[in-house]
């Protein structure tokens, strides 16, 4: 396995991908997706912007834990 660099400018297509891939599972949890969740970075003085742009159809029910 590669050791994880920690300074950068860009992922791979690879860590995208896996990366995407995780954050689906977690946002399914709350919406409906229309399409599969997209990844813009862009690079700021204090590090990194994410965004994960997704389309949802609608915003799923969570039920509070009693």
């Known amino acids: 396995m590669k050791p994880v660099i920690l300074e950068r400018d860009e992922m791979s297509e690879f860590e995208r991908n896996l990366f995407l891939n995780d954050a689906q599972r977690v946002i399914e949890e709350y ?3 229309d399409g599969k969740p997209s990844l813009e970075l862009t690079r700021t003085q204090e ?3 994410v965004c994960v742009i997704i389309s ?3 915003i799923k ?3 509070r834990p009693q």
């Open 56 to 58: 949802a159809r609608r």
């Open 61 to 63: 029910s969570v039920k």
């Open 31 to 33: 919406f409906e997706l």
């Open 47 to 49: 590090g990194f912007l």
